[in-house]
């Protein structure tokens, strides 16, 4: 018989790990966990006011009918960019349709991310090149992708991670548990980041699951687990470093969960009103998590006043440049339909192709 | 050559495969020791070792799903799914990730990888283990889809599938994995998106493939007493499908009928009489006539030769072809 990890030794945190209060004020809640150095704390900031203003700016431009449809994370800054701070650049994300700003914190260029909801293409960046799978629309599905390609990584004796987002909804995706197992049998260094935001469109986590917490769902399974205040970013990032340092150390997969809040509707199509109280959105402004971050890093005199002002110059310049891409006009090929079907496209393929061409031709 | 069964033909190409290229692995559920319920994988683990050949947890979409990853870092997996209708727990990433990946990244990725699905009847199995599911799979542009009809098909088929750089959905005929002939390992005959003429003959042309394969053979034989010269067509490739050698057939005999175990309804071969209708028109001297499974769920064991075409069912379909130009009664 293999040793099993004993049980006691998986389980999550009982509340959530915070070293934040809501107010921005330390609090020792945190257990093993150790504060991030400040330069990295500075740089989450940065790429939290530098995400939120590209989330506005998208939100924007789908009421222009630049975009087809957009996901807004709003409130969930501190999880998306500690996403992309607790990866190198070798290592794999693989995000959902909500995790734009994630990918803008990892660096891809904002007008390739938006390439999905633009309706252009169905994924604008290289994911060989950047290491960052499609952003998945159906749920949980990609979870078992990060976890085969982690074995893959790991047969390799690269010692690269695997990193899936999902949501809370997507916990119930039998997929979800599938990846879980097979990651932990197979040890594979994966971490399930899971952003419980309160809501699956309209469903509010009450209705989703009876667990304690998300996070317990990794202990059945032989995962290590964990939850935070995922409106903290002092938390979420040291618990994300940990959890990534964990995996890359061939200890196996983490399971993290993030209590975070979803502060806009599904999309710019839903009508949060329909399911929720205003006032509930309000209390959770209250728990902002840019806010917070900001009132500690000022406190703890990390960040200036004339830092905060260069931070957000730089996120206007940067929202600047995604208004001017998206305002551009891009007409897709319709003989790219074609390609990418197989790796040589078939005769029926290469007919229907000349059968467009003719059409567009005409 | 020596005589083998397709399921050691099989057998034979999963070890060339493994020996051939570092990058091939088979996974999946008891494929391991055990070497499969149906023993493809018979001592692949034993003589490759484990890392090569293994057992995964039993859930059929991770398996899938799993596979995806390793194929996107780099390895060629090679899956098994226990039986036909065990498959459709992975039916999710089979059709939403397996088939569409190199599409969706615009080729930046792509899924050489390849799902073995033991399918069909004809083996006296309990309810679930006998589905004729092809026609999902040749619904979804990105897959291709195969079944061999021989042993030799088999091991060709197989090798090539593997080699491929699209993901295959493999679905092996489990009622002729003990059927044996002779078989070459030099990979000089099947390519894998070519039907085949089996016989020729110049009255008819039967279309078959995977299970239906021997049966067409058995029909066409038994035919000859009737006067008939029948062509048997063997299609290997369902998707792509080869309009080329089915048609030309055709052409030659002016008289089609297709055959499959799968129901009628909806089914793979309503696709082909439309493909051989559309480009042969002129030539046919009676409609594209099929012998299906009958449309209702595959049946219990003591019932299931009725659902199966076998030789009179399909000769009696010949014999509605208006040879003497009399109207065709529809099937019911």
């Known amino acids: ?362 | 050559m020596t005589e083998i069964s397709m399921a050691q033909a099989l057998n034979a190409a999963l070890r060339d495969a493994v020996k051939d290229d570092d990058r091939v692995l088979i996974f999946g559920e008891d494929v391991g020791p055990l070497g499969g319920v149906f023993r493809v994988t018979d001592g692949i683990t034993a003589d490759f070792g484990e890392e090569r050949c293994f057992d995964t947890p039993l859930a059929e979409s991770g398996i899938v799903g799993f596979a995806v990853g390793m194929a996107m870092g780099g390895f060629r997996p090679v899956v098994e799914m226990q039986f036909d209708a065990f498959a459709y727990p992975a039916f999710e990433q089979i059709t939403s990730h397996v088939a569409k990946l190199r599409n969706r990244t615009r080729g930046a990725l792509s899924l050489p990888m390849v799902i073995r699905i033991p399918y069909a009847g004809g083996i006296g199995g309990v309810e679930h283990h006998c589905d004729s599911s092809e026609a999902y799979y040749t619904h979804t542009p990105g897959l291709r889809v195969v079944t061999p009809g021989t042993p030799q098909d088999a091991y060709d088929l197989l090798r090539d599938s593997i080699d491929s750089p699209d993901p295959v959905i493999f679905l092996e005929p489990k009622c002729r994995y003990w059927s044996k002939e002779p078989v070459s390992f030099t990979r000089e005959g099947a390519a894998m998106d070519r039907a085949v003429v089996r016989r020729e003959g110049k009255d008819v042309t039967l279309i078959a493939y995977g299970p239906m394969v021997a049966t067409a053979l058995e029909t066409a034989a038994a035919a000859t007493a009737e006067g008939w010269d029948v062509e048997v067509v063997d299609l290997r490739s369902l998707s792509p499908f080869d309009d080329e050698t089915v048609t030309a057939s055709v052409r030659r005999t002016g008289r089609a009928v297709v055959v499959h175990e799968a129901a009628g309804f909806g089914g793979y071969g309503a696709e082909v009489v439309a493909r051989v209708t559309e480009q042969c028109f002129h030539q046919l001297h009676a409609p594209v006539l099929r012998v299906t499974g009958l449309d209702i769920p595959y049946p219990p064991p003591k019932l299931e030769r009725h659902q199966l075409p076998d030789v009179d069912r399909i000769l009696d379909t010949v014999a509605r072809l208006q040879w003497h130009d009399e109207p065709v009664v529809a099937g019911a």
């Open chain 1, 1 to 362: 018989m293999s040793r099993k990890t004993p049980a006691a030794a998986l389980l999550p945190s009982g509340v959530p790990v915070r070293f934040l209060a809501e107010d921005g004020t330390r609090v020792d809640e945190h257990g093993h966990y150790s504060e991030p150095p400040s330069e990295r704390l500075v740089e989450a900031y940065r790429l939290m006011v530098l995400g939120r203003r590209f989330d506005a700016q998208a939100t924007a431009l789908t009421k222009q009918g630049r975009l087809a449809v957009y996901p807004s994370s709003a409130g969930q800054e501190a999880c998306q960019v500690a996403s992309a701070l607790a990866l190198t650049d070798a290592d794999w994300l693989f995000p959902t349709y909500r995790d734009s700003v994630a990918l803008v914190a990892r660096g891809l260029e904002p007008g390739e991310i938006l390439t999905l909801l633009r309706g252009d293409a169905h994924c604008g960046y290289d994911p060989a090149e950047t290491r960052v799978a499609p952003q998945c629309t159906p749920l949980a599905t990609q979870t078992l992708h990060a976890a085969g390609l982690a074995h893959a990584m790991q047969r390799r004796g690269e010692d690269s991670v695997a990193f899936a987002l999902i949501g809370d909804g997507a916990t119930s995706e039998g997929d979800f548990h599938e990846a879980l197992n097979f990651a932990a049998v197979f040890k594979a260094p994966v971490v399930f980041f899971v952003q419980n935001n309160g809501f699956a469109i309209s469903v509010p986590f009450e209705k989703q699951s009876a667990a304690p917490a998300l996070a317990y769902k990794g202990v059945g399974y032989g995962v290590r687990s964990e939850q935070v205040d995922g409106n903290d970013a002092v938390a979420v990032l040291s618990v994300l470093d940990d959890a990534v340092a964990h995996a890359r150390s061939g200890r196996g997969p983490v399971l993290v969960e993030a209590h975070t809040y979803r502060i806009d509707a599904h999309t710019n199509a839903d009508d949060a009103t329909r399911y929720r109280d205003q006032a509930e959105v309000e209390r959770w402004r209250a728990a902002d998590p840019v806010r917070r971050l900001e009132t500690y890093l000022t406190t703890e005199n990390f960040l200036s006043a004339n830092d905060i002002e260069r931070f957000r110059t730089e996120a206007e310049t940067f929202a600047a440049g995604v208004r001017d891409t998206l305002n551009a006009d891009v007409e897709p090929d319709p003989l790219s339909l074609f390609e990418h079907v197989y790796a040589v496209p078939t005769r029926q393929l290469a007919a229907q192709r000349a059968l467009v061409a003719a059409e567009v031709e005409a």
